[in-house]
T-cell receptor, first 112, second 109 residues
Framework: NAGVTQTPKFRVLKTGQSMTLLCAQD?????MYWYRQDPGMGLRLIHY???????AKGEVPDGYNVSRLKKQNFLLGLESAAPSQTSVYFC???????????FGQGTRLTVV | GQSLEQPSEVTAVEGAIVQINCTYQ??????LSWYQQHDGGAPTFLSY????GLEETGRFSSFLSRSDSYGYLLLQELQMKDSASYFC??????????FGTGTRLTVIP
């Protein structure tokens, strides 16, 4: 039972570099989410998807792009990383609304 | 938009009962969830309230009053392992899930 798997777990980027974070779930969930967590800020929603081929903006989408080409994968891209994007990123998925969301173990990203 | 308010910190004694409140303002509301997160870990689901009233799961209970835009999480028979951050989260009509800023619970002997 892999559940929700995030890759990578840690990464250090230089300002201006790009990278993609991968979230994979093996539970056939429709809904997938990307959050960032900063000290004292809780979990803030970046983007989300309600099914394969669909994406939508959350609270803090600027500087990020996402894609959901396959139902099991939700990718988060940073085109030009900035120090303000230093954070812990969590992916979550759930089968439907009003059900439990399952989280990945997080990706700790530092932009220097 | 939406906003959720919960206390930033709570301290309680092992074996005691603690209540963590959450008030919310949202454009569209479908339900309130609670999640637990230990330091360095991922959030894990505790409970969900879609209707008014109390939901009980073992030592944890959660309550919702839709008319008051208010809910709480009640932890009974506190154990040291309950020291963690607790987040309320609202399900809005736009298919997304918004979290509060979290309450850090410290259980002391």
């Amino acid at each position: 039972n892999a559940g929700v798997t995030q890759t990578p777990k840690f990464r250090v980027l230089k300002t201006g570099q790009s990278m993609t974070l991968l979230c994979a779930q093996d539970m056939n969930h429709e809904y997938m989410y990307w959050y960032r967590q900063d000290p004292g800020m809780g979990l803030r929603l970046i983007h989300y998807s309600v099914g394969e081929g669909t994406t939508a903006k959350g609270e803090v989408p600027d500087g990020y792009n996402v894609s959901r080409l396959k139902k099991q994968n939700f990718l988060l891209g940073l085109e030009s990383a900035a120090p303000s994007q230093t954070s812990v990123y969590f992916c979550a998925s759930r089968i439907s609304l009003n059900t439990e969301a399952f989280f990945g173990q997080g990706t700790r990203l530092t932009v220097v | 938009g939406q906003s959720l308010e919960q206390p930033s910190e709570v301290t309680a004694v092992e074996g005691a009962i603690v209540q963590i409140n959450c008030t919310y303002q949202t454009s569209g509301f479908y339900g309130l969830s609670w999640y637990q997160q230990h330091d360095g870990g991922a959030p894990t689901f505790l409970s969900y309230n879609g209707l008014d009233g109390l939901e009980e799961t073992g030592r944890f209970s959660s309550f919702l009053s839709r008319s008051d835009s208010y809910g709480y999480l009640l932890l009974q028979e506190l154990q040291m392992k309950d020291s963690a951050s607790y987040f309320c989260a609202v399900q809005t009509g736009a298919n997304n899930l918004f979290f509060g800023t979290g309450t850090r619970l410290t259980v002391i002997p």
